[in-house]
């Protein structure tokens, strides 16, 4: 009962801050869902206020790197390969290596990443990218970025804005890691309860939140606007509630029905319950915005989804059909525009020339 009240408490407190606008409710949902025979599977949203004309590509092993803030920036060169989702084509906004560790980067207002003084500067653009490059799964990431190797240094985007981004990773083993910075200081959540996360408040009061709506039930009631609070306990009840196995005879008696597309199929379901149809925007608040589009990664057998909202069909590309050996072309399947694919789209990526990632000038 005391946490019950504690909880209560501050869900009250909370969302009479964001009811009065004080605190920001910004866009994108994140959750992980981790099934039986092994399965584990992320899911996310993309939520903007326009076009970030994403694309897709490929990065194979091998590629020299460099933190774009700079001559002190760090360079490296990537360990393993990885297929990710674009914004704007000047930095990686999601994507899954070749060991099945997955990134994706969401809006949190309250980041303050301080100053770089002391640690060598990177460019936000390239967060994301870092750790696919680097790492196969969630403990060696955690392990090596809370020794802070780099500060992260915010980008203005091309609609102007300033990104200010928070980073959720996940691996084939359900384990998670969520990394904020606040106030200058890095703060990590690790572990594999933190299935799912979406945007401001910080992540330590998106918890607290949910711990209200939990005691609720979320066959009882759940919030249902589009903010974050509301997304984050809609996300947390609907990710546990799908099924974890075999769906009943009369769906696995379907031809081609295998567990492993009904669970990328359900965790799409509940992405599509937390997103916004488009349309739908906040006046000054531009990053409550509609959803523009949805990605599935199943972890353990390296497929990586995407759902467009503009578009009939979602497709997916099977990691074991791309090359990600070292000195293989960088490709590029084109999705900005409005152009459409279905079913296996690995066969339909082009070589190119990899996009810029943008540059920062340090504080």
Same mark, same amino acid.
């Given at each position: 009962m005391n946490r019950f009240r504690t909880s209560l408490r501050t869900a009250i407190a909370t969302a009479a801050l964001v009811a009065t606008g004080l605190a920001p409710a910004l866009a994108c949902t994140r959750a992980v869902y981790i099934g039986s025979d092994d399965t584990v599977i992320t899911g996310r949203s993309m939520d903007w206020a326009e076009d970030m004309h994403t694309n897709l590509w490929v990065f194979p092993r091998g590629m020299e790197r460099d933190g774009a803030a700079g001559p002190d920036s760090p360079k490296w060169t990537s360990k393993y390969g990885s297929l990710v989702a674009s914004g704007y084509d000047i930095g990686t906004a999601d994507g899954m290596n070749e060991e099945g560790l997955v990134t994706n980067l969401l809006y949190l207002a309250e980041s303050d990443y301080g100053t770089t003084e002391g640690r060598p500067p990177l460019s936000m653009a390239l967060w994301a990218q870092y750790v696919l490059d680097n790492f196969a799964t969630v403990a060696e990431t955690v392990a090596a970025l809370e020794k802070e190797p780099f500060r992260v240094v915010t980008a203005t985007l091309p609609n102007g804005k300033?990104?200010? /981004?928070?980073?959720?990773? =996940?691996?084939?083993?359900?384990?998670? $890691?969520?990394?904020?910075? *606040?106030?200058?200081k890095l703060v990590?959540?690790? !572990?594999?309860?933190?299935?799912?996360?979406? @945007? =401001?408040? =910080?992540?330590?009061?998106? *918890? $607290?939140?949910?711990?209200?709506?939990?005691?609720? !039930? +979320? /066959?009882?009631?759940?919030? +249902?606007? @589009?903010? $974050? $609070?509301?997304?984050f306990a809609r996300a947390s009840f609907l990710i546990e509630a799908i099924p974890t196995e075999t769906a009943p005879s009369y769906i696995s008696a379907v031809p081609d029905h295998t567990y492993a597309n009904q669970a990328a199929a359900s965790v799409l379901s509940v992405m599509r319950s937390v997103s916004v149809p488009l349309g739908i925007t906040t006046p000054g608040q531009p990053n409550i915005s509609s959803t523009l589009w949805r990605t599935v990664a199943d972890q353990k057998n390296k497929v990586y989804f995407f759902d467009s909202a503009t578009s009939p069909n979602a497709f997916w590309v099977p990691l074991a059909d791309l090359d990600f050996a070292p000195g293989a072309p960088v490709k590029k399947l084109t999705v900005a525009g409005g152009v459409i694919h279905s079913g296996n789209a690995a066969g339909d990526f082009v070589e190119a020339k990899p996009f810029t990632f943008l540059a920062v000038t340090p504080d």
């Amino acid at each position: 009962m005391n946490r019950f009240r504690t909880s209560l408490r501050t869900a009250i407190a909370t969302a009479a801050l964001v009811a009065t606008g004080l605190a920001p409710a910004l866009a994108c949902t994140r959750a992980v869902y981790i099934g039986s025979d092994d399965t584990v599977i992320t899911g996310r949203s993309m939520d903007w206020a326009e076009d970030m004309h994403t694309n897709l590509w490929v990065f194979p092993r091998g590629m020299e790197r460099d933190g774009a803030a700079g001559p002190d920036s760090p360079k490296w060169t990537s360990k393993y390969g990885s297929l990710v989702a674009s914004g704007y084509d000047i930095g990686t906004a999601d994507g899954m290596n070749e060991e099945g560790l997955v990134t994706n980067l969401l809006y949190l207002a309250e980041s303050d990443y301080g100053t770089t003084e002391g640690r060598p500067p990177l460019s936000m653009a390239l967060w994301a990218q870092y750790v696919l490059d680097n790492f196969a799964t969630v403990a060696e990431t955690v392990a090596a970025l809370e020794k802070e190797p780099f500060r992260v240094v915010t980008a203005t985007l091309p609609n102007g804005k300033k990104a200010q /981004l928070h980073l959720s990773i =996940s691996d084939p083993t359900g384990d998670s $890691a969520i990394f904020e910075y *606040l106030d200058g200081k890095l703060v990590i959540h690790h !572990g594999k309860q933190y299935q799912v996360m979406t @945007n =401001s408040p =910080s992540f330590d009061q998106q *918890l $607290a939140l949910n711990a209200y709506w939990e005691e609720i !039930g +979320g /066959l009882t009631f759940l919030p +249902g606007t @589009n903010r $974050a $609070a509301d997304r984050f306990a809609r996300a947390s009840f609907l990710i546990e509630a799908i099924p974890t196995e075999t769906a009943p005879s009369y769906i696995s008696a379907v031809p081609d029905h295998t567990y492993a597309n009904q669970a990328a199929a359900s965790v799409l379901s509940v992405m599509r319950s937390v997103s916004v149809p488009l349309g739908i925007t906040t006046p000054g608040q531009p990053n409550i915005s509609s959803t523009l589009w949805r990605t599935v990664a199943d972890q353990k057998n390296k497929v990586y989804f995407f759902d467009s909202a503009t578009s009939p069909n979602a497709f997916w590309v099977p990691l074991a059909d791309l090359d990600f050996a070292p000195g293989a072309p960088v490709k590029k399947l084109t999705v900005a525009g409005g152009v459409i694919h279905s079913g296996n789209a690995a066969g339909d990526f082009v070589e190119a020339k990899p996009f810029t990632f943008l540059a920062v000038t340090p504080d």
